[in-house]
């Protein structure tokens, strides 16, 4: 039964050229871009997965304007890390990166 599918498909594919290419790169196009944002969601989704409480970690974001500019950022202001740790209750450790060169 699947034999007679398959040569069917194979006989219309050859009998109407262009429509069939059409059909088989808009599925390629299809697949390829559902791959492309499944593989970007599991990796927005496993990004610190690693460590053993990785629920509990979060990271301190700066959205801020300045005359014209806008500000998106993940750098903060040096003491925060203390701050945070001495006047929020639920923060159990802070901790800050510093990236060199940047």
């Excluded at 009998?15 to 492309?36: D, E, P, S």
């Excluded at 997965?49 to 040096?78: M, N, P, Q, V």
């Excluded at 203390?82 to 800050?96: D, H, N």
Aim: glycine share 8%; aromatic share 8%.
């Amino acid at each position: 039964m699947l034999k007679n599918y398959i040569l069917i498909a194979m006989r219309h594919l050859l009998r109407q050229r262009g429509y069939g290419i059409i059909n088989i790169a808009g599925l390629a196009i299809g697949i390829a871009c559902f791959i492309l944002v499944g593989m970007f969601v599991w990796d927005e989704l496993s990004y610190d997965a690693f460590h053993e409480h990785a629920d509990r970690i979060y990271r301190i974001t700066l959205d801020a304007r300045l005359k014209d500019e806008e500000f998106l950022t993940a750098k903060s202001s040096g003491p925060l890390a203390q701050c945070l740790k001495s006047e929020i209750p639920g923060v159990e450790a802070a901790g800050r990166l510093r990236v060199i060169g940047d």
